[in-house]
């Protein structure tokens, strides 16, 4: 057996083995697909270290081919040991079911739900123009990094895939090459019950560079096929591997295999058809071979540094703004924000005011919307337009995907670490969930811009009018939700997500809001006391264009003899994480009658503050906003009825 | 001027007029494409009736056109009249901002958010494929109807419609066409700086029949492409119509124009360019010659009556299961179900049986899964699985395609208010969400059937562990979420949304569920009395898998001289429909400890049940079902400890 195949056996029964130790996992692609991740590997991954900014990026996008990936990650001289592959699937190891980010050294980016890693590799490599753009100059390729995407049949059906896909194409993005492991069947069995399409057509009229290598099980064809693919002047690539799941296996060319382990029998019986001993062990030299990979990865590593010397030396400037690109600069936004807000300013614009402040001082901070920035306003005023013929425009236009703008917006923000903006209409918010949660999930400063915020929205219709857009996005772990009622709380809710550097959603109001004696050092805290009447029967709690409600439904309460305190509440999440002493400040237990005012139908306020929610709990109707809000119950005297009714029972 | 030119651009102005009055709109998509329904409302469009089960259904895609829409329906004799065209996005009016199904005669879907009614379009033209191959013999084509879908470069550019396409591409679904208008202009601008594909070679290459019109404001033109579309033998079509959007008006071919209301002048100018005189008036020579295509309409309608009473002569029994197919047979699920349960087996093998029964009494019922039929088991045993040589089969295969799924499911249940199930886990219910929003806005009865229903997935890891998608759920207006504890439960819930006809979740656990003396009865009322202690201290309220988990706790607080009650709770929707008194006695607010145990983090238990949730607010983990759980601290020791601090803290 020459090296290579031992090599590829090797990773093969490494993987088997684990799936089968584990009880659990997918052995199918393993098999397959072996050849394939370890002619990457071996010849053209270039990975030395996880703080290597200029590393190419591979991203597992069929992220069940976990056993796979840790095995080669084994082999080619990552943190990932033998130990690490015997607990494959067990709590608390590096080599969890599915690849997780932030948990094993060399992965990227956390896959599993299918066609995420596909959006999240083509905002690397969107991540990778805009720097490449920037600080590439004569012979100085600071950054030239391929990104590399490992993809199934499953993530190619997925619409988040297509979308991202079409995108890539049009920006003509290429050092992006997807690897795709086409091997016809799935999980309900063969492909074509399902998916007949070709893959070829449609990738060509997206723009792609197409590669078929009808022997994907060969080593020295998907090697050349991935270095052509390296080659291509202006498209991305996709290189279509024909293999077999489940090869070698007695289930070899079957759907029973995808999600299955091996038996120790059926292992034996691999093992011998592999030629491989097994057992957890890896013969001296295939360890040998592999690990020069890494020597290969380390060499260029340190070309790279000392290029990077000589381009400090000849381009200073440039190096030092290449420098700072990954800094965070303070950020005074009152400051700069001084006088920049008109009177009775759309919040939408008012937002567009401080985004465009952020952007002034962050020099990364980059993003665009669903096709929809005229309506947003989310747009960066002198940033340019990100296109093919302009990779230093910092506004994308992701056209009407919403679901791939928030993956591609997890990609990018991963190159560096770096805040990155998506917008569209609270409505469509839905759209994007999947890739909101992954943004949770891995803990990423992607900043969630959602304008259009309520059933005022009017005329559009119930389509376009969010009721329960807040309690999903609320609902999702590590996610923090701010809401803020005017411009001193815009303000603050942008400091703070700044400087937490973690996944934020913004629901901007798409019309003026009115004045009202906000802080923004209240609002820094998450809820604050707005108005308080002395010996006060009444406590309301609202957020964004309700606080205003709340405030006008005081006015009548007073005359009425009723007295009350306002609170704003900027962001729930901010104000859970407070110290208790504060919060007990804020919550005034003592007050019986407790109010929760959001125009949602979100039942966390009553478990942060108590009371009853004076929300919107059914879907709205097509009519003028304020027409909306009358047929809706949703207007002051309805407040103050919905409060007097309550006191009145109690 | 020639009539036809006159008839289209009296929609044109008409349209333009409606979105002057109410000054809010979108005219550039009604100039445009004015030729393009006109076309197809004269000459293709069979509709005499929505009782007619065998007209074409026409789906408007693109819902912001909705002005465009109702002025075809005005013209075309449908139940929109010149007042309700006046009443144009006012609150209550038949012609809200987008089309609203059973709101407005003609319009069959609710339509807006992009991509949506492609896939509904695809399920209509599934739905008259079955019926088609069911009923229709010899001469006699019961069922042919043709299903129109009007799109524009927004839907095709959404991951759900590309889902869709690719599917129907696949079941070579003939008798749909794709109107598509292609204007190249979206709202961020030309459609170049989002999108540059090859929409002729990516249908082409997903098996699609491809016509382009080059000259898309030729009504010749147009209806020719029609007639032609019709004749496509084995694949679905898209008509490429090459238009201009504003046509006639000062901003034709600029997307200013897409949400814009034109101003009096401008639309002055307007009604100049076209030489329509408007003011919401309709010539007498358009009137008529529009009419002729009712009367077309009426005169198929009354063939096909004739032909239904020869094929009920000729062909009887035939004919008796074709009315059948409508009808809804009254469900004995716990009878049907007799014997069929095995001991310990697990929730989604149970609910496996239970929708066999279903389908063995509900000949219409039929659905699919998101290529995880082995895993969540949703399978008609012995329905065959639908593909384009096989359009009687029962059992869907949507590939992994989960948002299509959901909305193709909407289209089918449309066609004849029937049934339909789908399937996925739950945990990537996220990626259905738009659509099941949509079903709820309908109120659709398509049933969601999500397996795999909490942290206990295991190995898997944190992607694929449910946290937020039960809150998630259950914030959708109208969506009634089911989570039973075991099959006496699991018929029960079955039975209660067989029965109610509306949109409803299925949250089933993979693994088997402990053996708890669950009741059939108290469970169609969303919560009941499960067991209590003489004089309880503690009142716990579970669903699902916790049922069981509050069961053992309940076991160590009464060794411990802790006395309790225990209420399962299938379906908190239900529970709340119940009456107030029923509701009292089980809510028995005169315990004061009142805990909520459910593995997700939803705060609407409280708002119900009061007290405290034992959920689940944090993601997963991966590795083994029980070692998560011990992980999350979510065994019942913790539950106890739980309890007993709050008893504590009392």
């Known amino acids: 057996m020459k090296i290579n195949q031992k090599c590829i056996n090797t990773a093969r029964i490494l993987s088997a083995e684990m799936i089968n130790r584990a009880n659990s996992g997918h052995t199918g ?8 991740l370890y002619a990457l590997f071996k010849d053209h991954y270039n990975f030395y270290s996880s703080k290597y900014i200029n590393r190419d990026r591979f991203v597992l996008s069929a992220g069940h081919a976990s056993a796979l990936y840790y095995s080669c990650l084994h082999l080619f001289g990552f943190d990932v040991s033998m130990e ?25 980016t956390s896959t599993g739900p299918l066609g995420q890693g ?55 993005l290429n050092k992006l090459i997807l690897l795709y492991d086409c091997n016809q069947i799935t999980i309900d069995g063969k492909l074509n019950v399902a998916n007949t399409e070709s893959v070829k057509g449609k990738f060509k009229a997206m723009g792609w560079n197409v590669i078929t290598v ?34 070698g296996s007695v289930y070899a060319g079957s ?88 009177e009775n300013m759309a919040m939408r614009d008012a937002n567009h005011v401080v985004i465009n402040q952020v952007a002034k001082n962050l020099v990364s901070f980059m993003g665009g919307t669903a096709d929809v920035a005229p309506s947003t306003k989310v747009y960066i005023d ?38 990155v903006f ?10 994007a969930l999947p890739a909101i949660r992954m943004s949770a999930l891995m803990n990423l400063p992607v900043m969630y811009i ?64 009115p004045e009202i004696p906000t802080s923004f050092e209240g609002a820094t805290c998450g809820a604050y006391v707005l108005a308080e009447d002395e010996k006060p029967e009444v406590i309301m709690f609202a957020s964004g264009s309700e606080v205003g409600l709340a405030m006008k439904a005081k006015e009548t309460l007073n005359k009425d003899g009723i007295s009350a305190v306002i609170v704003s509440v900027p962001s729930i999440e901010v104000f859970e994480r407070q110290p208790e002493k504060f919060k007990k400040s804020i919550l005034k237990h003592e007050i019986k009658n407790r109010f929760c005012i959001e125009a949602s139908n979100d039942y966390k306020w009553l478990n942060v503050f108590g009371g009853k929610l004076f929300g919107v709990t059914s879907f709205g109707a097509s009519g003028k906003g304020k027409d909306v809000l009358k047929f809706m119950n949703y207007e002051p005297k309805d407040l103050v009825k919905f409060i007097k009714n309550s006191l009145k029972n109690e």
């Open 255 to 342: 759907n029973e295999i995808h999600g299955k382990a091996l038996t120790d029998e059926e292992l034996a019986k691999l093992r011998q058809n592999l030629g491989v001993e097994g057992g957890f062990k890896v013969d001296e030299d295939v360890k040998e071979y592999c690990y020069r990979a890494h020597r290969r990865a380390k060499v260029e590593y340190f070309k790279w540094e000392k290029q990077v010397v000589l381009y400090k030396n000849t381009h200073p400037d440039l190096c030092q703004q290449f420098f700072d690109y990954f800094n965070r600069p303070k950020l005074n936004l009152q400051k700069l924000c001084k006088g920049k807000f008109t």
């Open 422 to 431: 998506c917008s569209t209409f609270l409505s469509f918010s839905n759209y």
């Open 84 to 108: 690490d592959l015997k607990n494959f699937r067990k709590l608390g190891s590096k080599t969890p079911g599915h690849p997780e980010y932030d948990v094993t050294d060399g992965v990227e």
């Open 29 to 36: 692609v393993a098999l397959g697909a072996a050849p394939i």
């Open 450 to 513: 959602f304008t259009h915020d309520s059933i005022i929205v009017g005329e559009d219709g119930p389509t376009h009018q969010p009721v329960e857009q807040l309690t999903q996005l609320r609902a999702i772990p590590n996610l923090t939700v701010y809401r803020p009622a005017d411009t001193n709380e815009l303000m603050a809710v942008y400091s703070l997500a700044y400087e937490n550097k973690k996944p934020s959603a913004f629901i901007i109001a798409k019309q003026a809001l």
């Open 214 to 247: 009808s022997n994907g099980n060969s080593y020295l064809c998907i090697t050349k096929a991935i270095s052509r693919a390296k080659k291509s002047k202006n498209k991305p690539t996709i290189i279509i591997f024909k293999t077999q799941i489940g090869y």
């Open 118 to 172: 596909v959006a999240n590799a083509v905002g690397l490599a969107l991540a990778q123009k805009t720097l490449a753009e920037r600080f590439n100059v004569q012979k100085f390729n600071i950054i030239d990094n391929y990104t590399y995407c490992f993809v199934g049949d499953g993530c190619l059906m997925e619409g988040v895939a297509q979308e991202a896909c079409s995108f890539a194409g049009n920006l003509k």
């Open 382 to 419: 002198d940033g340019g337009d990100f296109s093919s013929s302009n990779y230093r425009g910092r506004n994308i236009h992701y056209g009407v995907r919403e679901h791939a703008m928030a993956a591609i917006s997890n990609g990018i923000s991963l190159y560096a670490n770096s805040s």
